[in-house]
């Protein structure tokens, strides 16, 4: 069973480009969670989506970010107009279910957003 | 909102012996989740154990331990038989049950570093 997959791994990205990262869930998972790591620091949530459904984006910025999670195809985090503030790992972890227990989430190998 | 404190930002070890991670979290639930992640030098987050709050025993797996003090709130990780792969960044994690969302809240992490 493969595990959360990430691509890309490294994304480099001038300033005022846009970066796309995908995320494909583990098998059976259909509940995908995004997570920032700023150098130095934990994990901080960002997003928690179902497909075709956001659930919680209490961690998102207001501007700039956007996550998608459609029917078929991995879950997408979208930044606009990058800034070297976005320079982090971020990463994506799946989980089975929701329904009433709670799940452990299994983490991708994270993508290292840079920007220039 | 839950926060996590991991008052040892590094802690070293001999190999073959014995370290001991601290974490206090901070909610107002009388129900959760638990967990130490490890992430090494690859950075990739992997689960090393999980604890549910209404459980009284500590769970174990392998040579990693908890000793879980619910009224203190306090979750600290042992490392019995210390190994070189052992080497890593080590961060404590909570996540509420039955929650919309179930988001992680991360602790600020422990960089263990184990001598030959």
């Known amino acids: 069973n493969a595990g959360v997959m990430q691509n890309p791994r490294h994304l480099v990205r001038r300033r005022g480009q846009e970066a796309r990262l995908r995320c494909s869930p583990m098998?059976?998972?259909?509940?995908v969670y995004w997570y920032r790591q700023l150098p130095e620091e934990g994990l901080k949530f960002m997003v928690y989506?179902?497909?075709?459904?956001?659930?919680?984006e209490s961690g998102m910025p207001k501007e700039r970010f956007s996550a998608e999670f459609p029917k078929e195809g991995p879950s997408i985090l979208r930044i606009q107009q990058v800034v070297r503030g976005d320079s982090a790992a971020y990463f994506c972890?799946?989980?089975?279910?929701?329904?009433?227990?709670?799940?452990?989430?299994?983490f991708g190998p994270g993508t290292r957003l840079t920007v220039l | 909102a839950q926060t996590v404190t991991q008052s040892q930002p590094e802690m070293s070890v001999q190999e073959a012996e014995t370290v001991t991670l601290s974490c206090t979290y901070d909610?107002?639930?009388?129900?959760?989740?638990l967990f130490w992640y490890k992430q090494p030098p690859s950075r990739q987050m992997i689960l090393v154990i999980r604890?549910?709050?209404?459980?009284?025993q500590n769970a174990t797996e392998n040579r990693f331990s908890v000793n879980f003090q619910k009224a203190a709130k306090s979750f600290s990780l042992k490392i019995s038989d210390s190994q070189l792969g052992d080497t890593a960044m080590y961060f404590c994690?909570?996540?509420?049950?039955?929650?919309?969302?179930?988001?992680?809240?991360f602790g600020g992490g422990t960089r263990v570093l184990v001598k030959p």
């Open positions: 098998k059976g998972h259909s509940h």
């Open positions: 909610t107002s639930e009388s129900n959760y989740y």
């Open positions: 604890q549910e709050a209404y459980k009284q």
């Open positions: 994690a909570f996540m509420k049950h039955l929650a919309a969302g179930n988001k992680l809240t």
């Open positions: 989506l179902q497909k075709e459904n956001i659930i919680d």
């Open positions: 972890a799946s989980s089975p279910r929701l329904a009433g227990n709670t799940d452990t989430q299994y």
